[in-house]
């Protein structure tokens, strides 16, 4: 008897180095990977794709394993994958979704900081995000603000990819983001 626990406890403890070096190779190769899960295009960021079918770019950010990777339903059902980069100096979630297997945007979202004093400051953080676009694509070519009923938009266009600074003045809050889409505004 006691030999055969000997034997069941040498093999769990034999099954748990092999786990666990299989998981830190794993996590060596996933960290290996974000730059390439948070490469600029013209049509997108890393996998996701503008045009690109979902189970391709699902496939290749699986291969990729960049942080908190999601592939599923997504808002009003429509298919979405999505995980956590850094974007320059800042954390950044990437989302891509779409109908009909293709996807037809490509959001990248600023995680922190989300609080501005001002509009001005929600402004300032948008143009710290972009500074990654704007080395890649060239300078704002246009810049525009929208009133909304709860927030104020400040967008700016660089190459295919409109920024943008939703300003919630009553909550201070500042959402950031940059948006690849199929059919440009």
């Known amino acids: ?7 069941v406890l040498g093999v769990a403890v034999m099954l748990a180095g092999v786990l666990l070096g299989a998981g830190l190779l794993i996590a060596g190769l996933w960290a290996g990977s974000a730059t390439a899960a948070a490469d600029l295009r013209d049509d997108g960021i890393g996998p996701l794709r503008l045009g690109e079918r979902f189970d391709r770019a699902e496939t290749k950010a699986l291969r990729l394993g960049p942080g908190g990777l999601y592939a599923g339903p997504g808002c009003s059902g429509l298919r979405e994958i999505r995980y956590d980069i850094r974007f320059g100096a800042v954390p950044v979630g990437v989302m891509a979704m779409g109908e009909h297997d293709i996807i037809q945007q490509v959001e990248a979202t600023l995680h922190a900081p989300t609080r501005a004093a001002d509009a001005e400051a929600c402004m300032a953080l948008r143009d710290d995000f972009a500074e990654p676009l704007v080395q890649r694509f060239g300078s704002y070519e246009r ?15 660089t190459g295919p990819v409109v920024v943008v600074a939703r ?17 440009p505004e």
Do not use: H, I, N
């Open 1 to 7: 008897m006691r030999r055969s626990v000997a034997s």
């Open 143 to 157: 810049q525009w603000q929208t009133a909304k009923p709860v927030s104020t938009e400040f967008l700016a266009r």
């Open 167 to 183: 300003w919630f003045d009553t909550g201070g809050s500042c959402y950031v983001s940059a948006r690849f889409e199929a059919a």
